[in-house]
T-cell receptor, first 108, second 111 residues
Framework: RKEVEQDPGPFNVPEGATVAFNCTYS??????FFWYRQDCRKEPKLLMS???SGNEDGRFTAQLNRASQYISLLIRDSKLSDSATYLC?????????FGAGTRLTVKP | NAGVTQTPKFRVLKTGQSMTLLCAQD?????MYWYRQDPGMGLRLIHY???????AKGEVPDGYNVSRLKKQNFLLGLESAAPSQTSVYFC??????????FGSGTRLTVV
């Protein structure tokens, strides 16, 4: 079993749609959690951290459920510019483990 | 503020050749990492360093060596390149529980 598992995708949605990505992790000792965005042929870039109480950043909402070892990302009012691959990332004591990513395409 | 800089950006090697990838960061981060990214596999950790003079193996260390002689630099070496090492290589640095800052990547093809 992979340490971090994500929805396989791809997700193809129209502009303005709401889309949710899910992620589970296996290491209960994981300390911090993130969502990264990766555009085609570019490096991953930090989208947002994920806090236990849940957090929002504009159209993006992240949730963490430590008991279920589950992380989610909700994108509201999708824009064409949201098209990318979204990586779920879990931080252990030494390094971060990445999900394989979920590809999102937002269409006009 | 350059962040994390990787060189070279692209390289084509013949099987058996050697090369070194350089990663430099100007954020005074203690932790540095080398990942490879292959289609459908996500990012996999090759080697990492928790401080100057220290290195450790990650998930996929075979065929690679690293050195961290200076805090700001982390070098990844391929002693005898193989086609299976064709990949995109990313360097990253961070502090404690904060997220990574990545370099822009090195696209390596081994023929």
């Amino acid at each position: 079993r992979k340490e971090v598992e994500q929805d396989p995708g791809p997700f193809n949605v129209p502009e303005g749609a709401t889309v949710a990505f899910n992620c589970t992790y296996s290491n209960s000792a994981s300390q911090s959690f993130f969502w990264y965005r990766q555009d085609c042929r570019k490096e991953p870039k930090l989208l947002m951290s994920v806090y236990s109480s849940g957090n929002e950043d504009g159209r993006f909402t992240a949730q963490l459920n430590r008991a279920s070892q589950y992380i989610s990302l909700l994108i509201r009012d999708s824009k064409l510019s949201d098209s990318a691959t979204y990586l779920c990332v879990v931080n252990g004591w030494r390094d971060m483990r990445f999900g394989a990513g979920t590809r999102l395409t937002v269409k006009p | 503020n350059a962040g994390v800089t990787q060189t070279p950006k692209f390289r084509v090697l013949k099987t058996g050749q050697s090369m070194t990838l350089l990663c430099a960061q100007d954020m005074n981060h203690e932790y540095m990492y080398w990942y490879r990214q292959d289609p459908g596999m996500g990012l996999r950790l090759i080697h990492y360093s928790v401080g100057e003079g220290t290195t450790a193996k990650g998930e996929v260390p075979d065929g690679y060596n690293v050195s961290r002689l200076k805090k700001q630099n982390f070098l990844l070496g391929l002693e005898s390149a193989a086609p299976s090492q064709t990949s995109v290589y990313f360097c990253a640095s961070k502090e404690a529980n904060y997220g990574y800052t990545f370099g822009s990547g090195t696209r390596l093809t081994v023929v």
